[in-house]
Antibody, heavy 120, light 108 residues
Framework: QEQLQESGPGLVKASETLSLTCTVS????????WSWIRQSAGKGLEWIGR???????NYNPSLKSRVTMSLDTSKNQFSLKLRSVTAADTAVYYC??????????????WGQGTLVTVSS | SSELTQDPAVSVALGQTVRITCQGD??????ASWYQQKPGQAPVLVIY???SRPSGIPDRFSGSSSGNTASLTITGAQAEDESDYYC???????????FGGGTKVTVL
């Protein structure tokens, strides 16, 4: 049973860079897409971006200028960096494995999520 | 605003059937996937593709699609089905992924 676990600072200062890592265990890291998704308090889900095991990336256009995703296949980890954060970036951040087909996509499984608060 | 539109809330009597809809132009070309989220928990995939369920998801959950609308149906709703439900698919460009705003399902 594949499991994902997010890790990183729970508190980031405004204007600085949010950095999170997702560690994948119990399954294959290759041949999949890996995604970050966030959820602000009381709000819906927002897709941040995806990275393929080859390293190719695709980001939400609304966040593209501030986001970088990378991966470390030797450690079965992928990471998120979000620059110049503001209070609006305070959210629970989830990592998830993504399947990407010609006319469908889905996220399964998900990590448990980690709360990141941006302080002023 | 999201490119996928969901009703904010629906209610269903215990044991009855409820359909949750997701509307968007991209759904004419792409299937939606559906996620159940309980308070304080991560979302869980319940339906993907044309109408597939991951292991462990009860068969009272089913999916369908027509035109620009995807639907998640719970047949014989149980108390434990009370949750937020989100649809997911592509945006209008087909290159990026988006979520609907979510539907809160209340089981009466």
């Amino acid at each position: 049973q594949e499991q994902l676990q997010e890790s990183g600072p729970g508190l980031v200062k405004a204007s600085e860079t949010l950095s999170l890592t997702c560690t994948v265990s119990g399954g294959s890291f290759s041949s999949y897409y890996w995604s970050w998704i966030r959820q602000s308090a009381g709000k819906g889900l927002e897709w941040i971006g995806r990275i393929y095991f080859s390293g190719s990336t695709n980001y939400n256009p609304s966040l593209k200028s501030r986001v970088t995703m990378s991966l470390d296949t030797s450690k079965n980890q992928f990471s998120l960096k979000l620059r110049s954060v503001t209070a609006a970036d305070t959210a629970v951040y989830y990592c998830a494995r993504a399947v990407f087909g010609d006319n469908m996509n889905w996220f399964h499984p998900w990590g448990q999520g980690t709360l990141v608060t941006v302080s002023s | 605003s999201s490119e996928l539109t969901q009703d904010p809330a629906v209610s269903v009597a215990l044991g009855q059937t409820v359909r949750i809809t997701c509307q968007g132009d991209s759904l004419r070309n792409y299937y939606a996937s559906w996620y159940q989220q309980k308070p304080g928990q991560a979302p869980v995939l319940v339906i993907y593709g044309k109408n597939s369920r991951p292991s462990g998801i009860p068969d009272r959950f089913s999916g369908s699609s027509s035109g620009n609308t995807a639907s998640l149906t719970i047949t014989g709703a149980q108390a434990e089905d009370e949750s937020d439900y989100y649809c997911n698919s592509r945006d209008s460009s087909g290159n990026h992924w988006v979520f609907g705003g979510g539907t809160k399902v209340t089981v009466l």
